[in-house]
Nanobody, 118 residues
Framework: QVHVVESGGGLVQPGGSLRLSCAVS????????IDWYRQYREVSSLQREL??????????NYADTVKDRFTISRDNAKNTGYLQMNNLKPEDTAVYYC?????????WGQGIQVTVSS
């Protein structure tokens, strides 16, 4: 059974930093792409925004809203992905989800709250 568990969220002041982790068990992460999505609570839509992505070959992509502030990385030996978030802004407040996928296989984490507020 595959488990995807996010950690590292919480409350931070504007300008602060957080590092989210995505720990995966039950499969080897090495072939999978790791995506980080976020969903805003105040928006009734269930749509999630793709924040960052890292492929099995370590190619990365970022949403324009987080470029130069967020860094995605992975440690296959630890079966874990990361999202380093710097210079956080109130508009980064959301539930962040880790999504891993390869071929037709995919799994979501349960999500973790990030709140940026003074």
């Amino acid at each position: 059974q595959v488990h995807v568990v996010e950690s590292g969220g919480g409350l931070v002041q504007p300008g602060g930093s957080l590092r989210l982790s995505c720990a995966v068990s039950g499969i080897s992460l090495s072939l999978h792409t790791i995506d980080w999505y976020r969903q805003y609570r105040e928006v009734s839509s269930l749509q999630r925004e793709l924040v960052a992505s890292i492929s099995s070959g370590y190619d990365t992509n970022y949403a324009d809203t987080v470029k130069d502030r967020f860094t995605i990385s992975r440690d296959n030996a630890k079966n874990t992905g990361y999202l380093q978030m710097n210079n956080l802004k109130p508009e980064d407040t959301a539930v962040y989800y880790c999504y891993i996928h390869w071929n037709k296989l995919n799994w979501w984490g349960q999500g973790i709250q990030v709140t940026v507020s003074s």
